[in-house]
């Protein structure tokens, strides 16, 4: 079954002489329960493909429809409802809020949406991500996988239609790196979740199902 479906997304900044085209014409699909890692240089318009398929920006032209719906035939405010409720995102620099604990920073997400925590769930995502007996302590306090770990809680505790994490190793060490991986390949297998990540690490990218790789704002190659 289709889940994502990316068309002919192009992204341009500036004009005439200042003009950048980040994204060129890109066309995928991604089918529900898939892990797709999306591989290239720095510039390559890779972030920026994450972005639009997260609804973060929007496109010059293409279209982006998750779950069926086109998401950018909603509004502003639409689309930030949508996007808290149906996308999961994990960032490189993890984007804490540094005055919540790791238990209101994961149920922060159901917190804006004045939706009822279930207390069971959370207490399984906790267990999930090693973090029951660092629940109430800051991000100030923990380690970097233990914020990463955090930040995945926050963005799995929705039930989302999909995940993108955005480099979500490059500011780690490799034992974290190789503990978020495997955490994300879990969160994959058992939980059916799609995830799409963005990373320039090839040995990390090969834990996907499939690996996209774009240079100058284009697909080129699939594999």
Known sequence: MEILRVRNLTKIYGKEEAKVVALDNVSFSVEKGEFVAIVGASGSGKSTLLHLIGGVDRPTSGKVYIDGKDIFEFNDDKLAIFRRRQVGLIYQFYNLIPILNVEENITLPLSLDNREI???KLDEMLNLLGLQNRKTHLPNELSGGQQQRTSIGRALITN?????????????????????????????KEFKQTIIMITHNMEIAKCADRIIRIEDGKIVSEV
Request: aromatic share 0%; no cysteine.
């Open 118 to 120: 279930d207390k069971q």
């Open 160 to 188: 989302p239609t999909i995940i993108l994490a955005d480099e979500p190793t490059g500011n780690l060490d490799s034992k974290s790196s190789d503990e978020i991986v495997a955490l994300l390949k879990k969160s994959n």
